[in-house]
């Protein structure tokens, strides 16, 4: 493993560098889907990802957002987000990441997240727990809904019923507040070290999620579906917290309507 971590780190970071060199550059922008950003730095850092993977993990398949599923029929695969938050980077808005975790059979056994703004590295192994840069990082202490700082995504692309903003308004009312940066991978990562106290969101895909599930679990967090159930990397709606306010935020996510604070429910 230590091998493993150390080409990971050494490839985040320069597909860091990738994405503060084109800061303030102007960006080949492409559209996906309705407002689906994608640029030429989306796919230079996918490129330099996938180079080192091979290079260093020639049977290992690949996952990226970019490019799809390399199939070497490995029991390891790499599944990687080269630039997660196109849309804030597309805008120069500082905060994006890029993500990646490595899979042997189902079991995420490494995960990284790095912010190259902030020369943030997020990681955790597999039994090993979970580290900010070299320190030691657990979830926050916060014991009540009404104490947290809370934060969600969905994808560029659902309906309004599909976004569905009912669990917005009854949370806004019952936290500290809410967030919504447009780096899911980087919130999830938050949540890890207690920044956050909770983190919801809809059809995320397996490269926005899988570094920062083991990351948040390394951390003595919780993930789940919004019924409570375990998840893994393709689950459909995930909710990642400190454990302490888990339920707390089943409960909102499930009511159907809003209630006003104070109103039972
Ligand atoms: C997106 C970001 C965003 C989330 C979207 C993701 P991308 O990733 O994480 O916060 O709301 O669902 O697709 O496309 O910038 O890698
Ligand atoms: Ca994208
Ligand atoms: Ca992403
Ligand atoms: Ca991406």
Known sequence: ?????????KTI???????????????????????????QVDKLSERHILKSIEENFPDHSILTEETGFINKNSEYTWIVDPLDGTTNYAHNFPFFGISIALIKNKEII???????????LFYAIKNEGAYLNDRRIEV???????????????PYELSLEEKNFIPFINFSSRTHGIRRTGSAAIEIAYVGCGRLDGFWAKKLKPWDISAGILIVEEAKGKVTDFSGNNIDIHTDNILFSNG???QEMIKILNLGKIFIRNEKF
């Not at 080949?28 to 889907?33: A, N």
């Not at 490494?110 to 943030?120: K, N, S």
């Open 1 to 9: 493993m230590k091998r493993i971590l150390e080409v990971a780190i």
């Open 140 to 154: 926050s202490k916060t014991e009540s809904l009404e104490n947290s700082l809370i934060s969600f995504a969905f």
């Open 110 to 120: 490494l995960g990284l997240i790095y912010d190259p703004i902030r020369d943030e």
């Open 13 to 39: 970071k320069e597909s860091g560098n990738i994405l503060l060199n084109y800061i303030g550059e102007e960006k080949e922008i492409e559209l996906k889907g309705i407002s689906n950003l994608v640029t």
């Open 244 to 246: 302490k306010i888990h």
